[in-house]
T-cell receptor, first 111, second 113 residues
Framework: EDQVTQSPEALRLQEGESSSLNCSYT??????LFWYRQDPGKGPEFLFT???AGEEKEKERLKATLTKKESFLHITAPKPEDSATYLC????????????FGTGTLLAVQP | GAGVSQTPSNKVTEKGKYVELRCDPI?????LYWYRQSLGQGPEFLIY????????DSGLPNDRFFAVRPEGSVSTLKIQRTERGDSAVYLC???????????FGQGTRLTVV
């Protein structure tokens, strides 16, 4: 069965303290891996799509990478405004177009 | 508006009642999705529309749940005989085509009392 596991469940960083979030997946035929940011009471906000192993995408302090079994979201010199839940999702192979989400990593960046 | 719009933002209903949740996707997006999110969990897939047709409804939990998209734009998620376990945030998303990133609305928080 297709599965997405995110770790850690929660992470507390000091402002400027770089770290990485992990998303490991098992899926039959990956068509894409997506990272979203979700603030309390809001819908997920799209960050990145990765399609193949070795691919990397960057946006401001965030960089996403992909291997055949996992993806990392690297956060460089985070700021308090980066505090949010970060969700990873995979798009299954085949005819369906559904995203399978992990449970997310709750990131808190303290000033 | 530029984003996905969902109404109402909050809905409180009594057990056994019928509810409708509305989603207005981004203009020009042919694909539309409904997800359900419980506290502390990631969104869970319910149904996917490509145009007017439901291309995948495998996530609908039972026959009390139904969704339509009659003109290929606005969609309505309908829940009959609501149960307390239906309480969750219902998220709608749309994408330009079947394989591109999906953009989410703010969600409708449904509470069944």
């Amino acid at each position: 069965e297709d599965q997405v596991t995110q770790s850690p469940e929660a992470l507390r960083l000091q402002e400027g303290e770089s770290s990485s979030l992990n998303c490991s997946y098992t899926v039959s035929g990956l068509r894409g891996l997506f990272w979203y940011r979700q603030d309390p009471g809001k819908g997920p906000e799209f960050l990145f799509t990765l399609y193949s192993a070795g691919e990397e995408k960057e946006k401001e302090r965030l960089k996403a990478t992909l291997t055949k079994k996992e993806s990392f979201l690297h956060i460089t010199a985070p700021k308090p405004e980066d505090s949010a839940t970060y969700l990873c999702a995979v798009l299954e192979g085949g005819a369906t177009n559904k995203l399978i989400f992990g449970t997310g990593t709750l990131l808190a960046v303290q000033p | 508006g530029a984003g996905v719009s969902q109404t109402p933002s909050n809905k409180v209903t009594e057990k056994g009642k019928y509810v409708e949740l509305r989603c207005d996707p981004i203009s020009g997006h042919t694909a539309l999705y409904w997800y359900r999110q419980s506290l502390g969990q990631g969104p869970e897939f319910l149904i996917y529309f490509q145009g007017t047709g439901a291309a995948d409804d495998s996530g609908l939990p039972n026959d009390r749940f139904f969704a339509v998209r009659p003109e290929g734009s606005v969609s309505t998620l309908k829940i009959q005989r609501t149960e307390r376990g239906d309480s969750a945030v219902y998220l709608c998303a749309s994408s330009f085509s079947w394989n591109t990133e999906a953009f989410f609305g703010q969600g409708t928080r449904l509470t069944v009392v």
